[in-house]
T-cell receptor, first 114, second 114 residues
């Protein structure tokens, strides 16, 4: 019930195309949904995040779409660039006692070819 | 700049050895986390802590323990290392996530148990 399911596992996109990564969750106690980007040899870094009271959030070429009733959220990368090639993780957070428990999806390896 | 520092980047240990992974953050964050990252499995939460001497089990605590004697330091302990604990370990810290704060990751500790 605390899982976050992420798909696809890998994605190949041509430069200028749209990359779409999907995530789904079961537990309605989750109240914060971030996306992380990870380059080889580095720790994940926050890319963009959304709360469940908002259906969409856009930051530059990155957009999160959130469907509360379906318990799904997705990351769209517009005009994908080779520099976007990285592993992307969705995540979901809930309050546990006085702290936060952050659960990650299994990751999507994105490759953008020129 | 927020810094989460993992003191050991690469370690090789023998089966049965006691292993300490140290993590220090410089932002006075309440929350600290330990994850392990394995291909195809994403980031799995081992333990998390919201205050000195306080800890909560994550999803895969078996074979691990933690220590938080000071607010800025969170240690992961493998009491008797086994080969199935070969992985990359990521430490992270944050203020309260539900208030829109960001979780910051260290660069990871690659542990090989032989």
């Amino acid at each position: 019930q605390q899982q976050v399911k992420q798909s696809p596992q890998s994605l190949i996109v041509q430069k200028g195309g749209i990359s779409i990564i999907n995530c789904a969750y079961e537990n309605t106690a989750f109240d914060y949904f971030p996306w992380y980007q990870q380059f080889p040899g580095k720790g994940p870094a926050l890319l963009i995040a959304i709360r469940p009271d908002v259906s969409e959030k856009k930051e530059g070429r990155f957009t999160i779409s959130f469907n509360k009733s379906a318990k799904q959220f997705s990351l769209h990368i517009m005009d994908s660039q080779p520099g976007d090639s990285a592993t992307y993780f969705c995540a979901a957070s809930m309050r546990v006692i006085v702290t936060d428990k952050l659960i990650f999806g299994t990751g999507t390896r994105l490759q953008v070819f020129p | 700049d927020v810094k989460v520092t993992q003191s050991s980047r690469y370690l090789v240990k023998r089966t049965g050895e006691k292993v300490f992974l140290e993590c220090v953050q410089d932002m006075d964050h309440e929350n600290m986390f330990w994850y392990r990252q394995d291909p195809g499995l994403g980031l799995r939460l081992i333990y998390f802590s919201y205050d000195v001497k306080m800890k909560e089990k994550g999803d895969i605590p078996e074979g691990y323990s933690v220590s938080r004697e000071k607010k800025e330091r969170f240690s992961l302990i493998l009491e008797s290392a086994s080969t199935n604990q070969t992985s990359m370990y990521l430490c992270a810290s944050s203020f309260i996530l539900a208030e829109g704060n960001t979780i910051y990751f260290g660069e990871g500790s690659w542990l090989t148990v032989v």
